[in-house]
């Protein structure tokens, strides 16, 4: 078995905007920054045994202090990106409805083959990222190994361990600079945590983008 130790990286303006990031290669703000740094703070003392982080700026912004704190050195893995979302990538959603309604009304809908225009299917992006972990569990078989990723890479993993399938909206808080761990084995995967912030609590209150709330009639 080897444990996981999932981050999602901290807080982007984009994160604050409700923006689409995708592969956009944004930098933390300063609210992430003290993130990043409160997740260090709270693995110090601990050990791992690598430190795996997605190549896009802000999660290598918040593996940073971590790293440093466990004394390794980050290892950069593409498969662990967020999911593309092709030219709506960086944009907003109600300029997504204005300028791609049709493309808004298929996202909506939150089925796995579905893709943003240039975009990555829900399908495709699954594949991606459960060969990235399987690719660093085979690598670390019985280690414990921190993960700095995004939050729609949680979602896919949060999903396999849960078996919930792809489509429909996403079912679980993933909020910036949280804590997660998960136990892979050969034959599935356990949730020993997920979703701490104990961390964060005198921070600001996150913005949060609630895929259940889009389908609501009265947000629409």
Same mark, same amino acid.
């Given at each position: 078995m080897t444990e996981l130790v999932l981050?999602?990286?901290g807080?982007?303006?984009?994160?604050? =905007?409700?923006?689409?990031?995708?592969h956009v290669n944004v930098a933390l703000n300063a609210i992430g920054l003290e993130q990043a740094r409160r997740l260090a703070a709270r693995m110090a003392g601990q050990k791992a045994d690598?430190?795996?982080v997605s190549d896009l700026l802000r999660a290598r912004?918040?593996?940073?202090?971590?790293?440093?704190? @466990?004394?390794?050195? !980050?290892?950069?893995e593409s498969g @662990? /990106? =967020?999911?593309?979302?092709? /030219?709506?990538?960086?944009? /907003?959603?109600?300029d997504i409805q204005r300028d791609h309604p049709e493309a808004w009304a298929g996202w909506l809908r939150f089925e796995e083959d579905f893709?943003?225009?240039?975009g990555e299917s829900t399908r495709a992006f699954h594949a991606r990222v459960m060969?990235?972990?399987q690719r660093v569990v085979v690598k670390h078989r019985k280690q414990r190994v921190v993960v700095v990723t995004h939050g729609g890479v949680l979602d896919m993993i949060y999903r396999t361990a849960r078996s919930l399938g792809l489509n429909g909206p996403r079912q679980s808080d993933i909020p910036n600079a949280g804590f997660n761990r998960i136990r892979v084995r050969d034959d599935g995967i356990?949730? @020993?945590?997920?979703?701490?912030?104990?961390?964060?609590?005198?921070? !600001?209150?996150? !913005?949060?983008y609630d895929q259940q709330k889009l389908l609501k009639p009265s947000d629409a």
């Open positions: 981050i999602r990286h807080e982007t303006d984009m994160n604050r =905007e409700l923006r689409f990031q995708g690598a430190v795996y912004q918040t593996a940073e202090p971590i790293a440093g704190e @466990l004394a390794l050195q !980050p290892v950069p @662990l /990106r =967020e999911q593309s979302f092709g /030219r709506v990538d960086g944009m /907003r959603v109600d893709a943003m225009p240039d060969e990235a972990v356990d949730i @020993l945590d997920w979703a701490d912030t104990r961390h964060l609590a005198d921070l !600001p209150p996150q !913005p949060v």
